[in-house]
């Protein structure tokens, strides 16, 4: 409503100070020949309120038709007589002309407050949408990442299925190359043993064959030993696996005692039976400290020669590094 209203009130406050400048300077010009007498009371005091009103920094530019209606009636009330019979009617005039553009200028003024009012408003609604546009920009894009992340996740997801798929698969092939290649160490290492046997004259504490010719025997982990080193470990849990081999050996005192050392295949063959022979050594060397005699323990390092598991993972390699301490001949 203050906009409807708005738009007259301003194109009439602006036309009457169009129309009433010229005279108006006019009149402020010629101010010095209408000079109020000094024993003019009224007219000093009305003058008195329009010069404030012109001096004041706000309402001094508005009001300009009214205003100058009221330097016009003090211009007619200066050049009455005290006395006279228009005196009376002027100073009316001139008390009315003085309200009334004290009253233009301030509804010029609220007037004034009113359109920056308004146009504040404006702004307000202005920035008020472009946040709102701005928001539901935002909110569109955060959708769209959030769709474009679930199809992400998606594809990450069917992706890693599939490898594992395929991974299962390779597991598989491995283990049964490595089942494979474990039947062939097998025969190798028979045969050897049948050789060695036979080389031996079947002496007391040759290699038996395998598939049943061997006695009991006990295991060594491999995690009894240094990582990559043939050094027992001083620890609690390696020193019982130690302690568990010098039990076995004692509790068979008539066999002879096979020391056979096997590893993974992290390393090349050389170095695998290095290390596999060096364990083997640790073991016979615990089981001398121990008192029981040399000439009863054979040792052997084989290697990955020998896997029981397979080696394509980890819970396979630890499974085959590892030490087995046989009871020969006179085991029960």
């Known amino acids: 409503m203050s906009r409807i209203m708005g738009t007259p009130l301003r194109r009439a406050g602006a036309l009457r100070l169009a129309l009433a400048a010229p005279l108006l300077a006019l009149i402020l010009a010629a101010a010095p020949a209408c000079a109020k007498p000094p024993h003019d009371p009224e007219l000093q005091r009305l003058s008195a309120q329009l010069a404030q009103l012109d001096t004041d920094p706000e309402l001094g530019p508005l009001g300009g038709v009214d205003r100058l209606k009221a ?7 200066a050049q009455t007589a005290p006395h006279s019979s228009e005196r009376k009617p002027a100073l009316y005039i001139a008390e009315r002309r003085v309200q009334a553009a004290q009253f233009a200028a301030q509804a010029d003024l609220a007037q004034k407050q009113i359109d920056q009012l308004d146009r504040e408003h404006d702004r307000i609604l202005l920035d008020a949408s472009r946040r709102d546009a701005d928001r539901a920009r935002m909110e569109n894009e955060r959708l769209r990442m959030q769709d474009k992340a679930r199809q992400e996740e998606a594809q990450r997801s069917a992706d890693a299925q599939q490898a594992q798929q395929q991974q299962q698969a390779s597991l598989a092939a491995d283990e049964s190359d490595q089942a494979q ?20 004259g079947g002496k007391a504490g040759a290699t038996p064959a395998a598939g049943g010719a061997r006695g009991p025997s006990v295991l060594v982990s491999g995690a009894a030993f240094a990582a990559g080193s043939g050094s027992v470990r001083k620890d609690r849990a390696a020193q019982a696996q130690v302690q568990a081999v010098v ?27 290095a290390l596999s022979r060096q364990r083997a050594e640790a073991i016979k060397n615990y089981l001398r400290a121990a008192g029981i005699a040399p000439t009863r323990i054979q040792v052997v390092g084989l290697g990955a020669e020998q896997p029981v598991a397979s080696n394509a993972t980890a819970a396979g390699r630890a499974r085959n590094n590892r030490v087995e ?4 001949g006179g085991g029960n």
Do not use: C, M, W, Y
């Open 181 to 200: 290649a474990l039947a062939q160490a097998r025969a190798k290492a028979a045969a050897l043993a049948q050789q060695e046997a036979a080389l031996t």
């Open 71 to 77: 330097h016009q009636a003090l211009a007619a009330l």
């Open 325 to 328: 301490v046989i009871a020969l």
């Open 247 to 273: 039990d076995f050996v004692r509790a068979h005192p008539d066999a002879a005692i096979r020391i056979e050392g096997h590893t993974d295949t992290s390393g090349g063959p050389q170095k695998n039976l």
